[in-house]
């Protein structure tokens, strides 16, 4: 189908949560190339963005596109001081085409809701979001004020590059950038898979291709916990695999904002998961209260509002308490069964972090955007890496990052602070209430406990 369906089956393939490995990684290899459009129309667009031709701006400019995508294509030119660039141009037309995509989209989203509806993936929900990113990839002002930020905050990783992008030559439809020439890491899975290449291969090009893992893994850690954004579309046709075993990131179209609220929880959830015993399971309980405590933002925020304003936190926390050690029951009964896959590395720690996600999802606990970005785009690397080196392990990486990056030095005084968001009263008794008629359907226990505990607080009446 083409156009905005291609990105919608990549941004799709992201979802390891919904899809099995397989369709993930066949998802994440659709091809995006089609038909260049013409030079005489590439004039027409710098004519059109810059008021003048391309001569007066590039000293060469190859009129044959190296690369050619559906929203654009990327040619090759010198600036004035014959420094190489990449120069990616919009495709004319494109934002007509998207806006009737986006409709089929919806329609499609709508009967998938009514007939083929997945817990985990509310599929209108998942359009909207798809729309959201694909409207910033159609506007390259975007990407490239999201490149000079990366390009920045990466300075500080000698493993990782970042293209330099030159916004006094680009525009809404036009993005200059320095090209740097790697392997796409899409090409060698491919190779890797079909016998074109081997890992031997790849050593006498300079490439440990079985190290590459763990730099991309350590530096979205960085990203995520230290930056202010992170790279959040991992597709391996935007990572390029450069010699001496550094990686470039490109395409930053999609990018995800770091965790704000109640920072220290995530934290402390991430590493406390990666050190776990896994032979004993009542260790469990620490993590699992830290997940509790960092995903039930909206539900404090509800709960809490729902007091009288003289409330403490304590009698909150009590009620947090409550749902937190039912909730442990859930996720030991998953642990039961996925420690040993573990174990046997048939499954990694990002895929139990995002079963742990589902359970929540009982409860009405939802995982705070930027986190539930973050986590799948860890996964797509966790099942990636262990395509390029089998004795990858994302726990391990987590524990190595954190000796690297000890807590104290990631975290601030802020960052431990758990307090909530106080909304309308009203609204949050409406919220609350039929938040607790989903409860006694699903658990009625549970509801009980809740319920009681609410009127000991006078937060309802019966």
């Not at 990694?348 to 799948?376: G, H, M, S, W």
């Not at 658990?443 to 000991?456: A, F, I, M, S, T």
């Amino acid at each position: 189908m083409g156009g905005a369906f291609i990105k919608f089956g990549q941004l799709l393939a992201m979802r390891v949560d919904v899809l099995p490995k397989e369709y993930s990684l066949e998802m994440l290899d659709l091809f995006d190339n089609v038909k260049p459009f013409s030079y005489k129309e590439v004039e027409a667009v710098f004519l059109e963005e810059m008021g003048t031709t391309l001569d007066k701006i590039f000293k060469d400019f190859q009129k044959k596109p190296f690369a050619s995508a559906s929203f654009g294509q990327v040619h090759g030119a010198k600036l004035e001081n014959d420094h190489i660039v990449a120069v990616k141009i919009l495709r004319p037309g494109i934002e007509t085409k998207v806006a009737i995509d986006f409709i089929i989209i919806d329609i499609f989203a709508f009967v998938a809701d009514l007939f083929f509806k997945i817990d985990a993936l509310p599929w209108r929900e998942f359009a909207k979001e798809f729309k959201a990113w694909t409207k910033n990839e159609l506007d390259y002002q975007i990407e490239a004020a999201n490149l000079e930020k990366m390009y920045r905050n990466v300075a500080v990783n000698p493993n990782v590059i970042v293209p330099k992008v030159y916004p006094q030559i680009s525009t809404r439809r036009i993005l200059v950038e320095d090209y740097i020439e790697g392997i796409p890491l899409s090409r060698i899975l491919r190779g890797l898979k079909d016998g074109r290449l081997t890992v031997d291969r790849l050593n006498g090009m300079g490439i440990d291709i079985k190290h590459v893992p763990t730099i991309y893994t350590q530096e979205l850690l960085r990203e995520y916990l230290m930056d202010s954004i992170f790279h959040a579309d991992p597709h391996p046709g935007n990572i390029l695999i450069l010699k001496n075993n550094k990686i470039a990131l490109l395409d930053f179209g999609i990018i995800g904002e770091t965790i704000k609220n109640n920072k220290a929880a995530f934290v402390k959830f991430l590493e406390c998961g990666a050190n776990l015993d896994l032979k004993n399971l009542k260790a469990l309980r620490q993590p699992i209260l830290y997940f509790a405590d960092f995903t039930g933002e909206e539900l404090k925020s509800i709960i809490g509002s729902s007091l009288p304003a003289s409330f403490s936190q304590e009698e909150l926390a009590e009620i947090m308490e409550l749902l937190s050690k039912n909730f442990e029951e859930a996720v030991l009964k998953i642990a039961s069964t996925g420690i040993s896959k573990i174990n046997n590395m048939k499954t990694d720690y990002a895929t139990f972090f995002l079963q742990v996600v589902k359970a929540a999802r009982e409860y009405k606990v939802k995982l705070p955007e930027n986190a539930a970005v973050f986590i799948r785009a860890l996964s797509i690397i966790g099942f990636l890496s262990k395509e390029l080196n089998p004795d990858y392990k994302l726990g391990g990486e987590i524990k190595d990052f954190f000796e690297t990056h000890p807590t104290e030095t990631i975290l601030t005084v802020n960052d431990y602070s758990s307090s909530f968001k106080r909304i309308n009263r009203e609204k949050a008794l409406e919220k609350l209430n039929g938040w607790l008629s989903y409860l006694a359907e699903r658990d009625n226990g549970l509801y009980q406990l809740v319920k009681e505990k609410l009127k000991e607080y006078n937060a309802i009446s019966s």
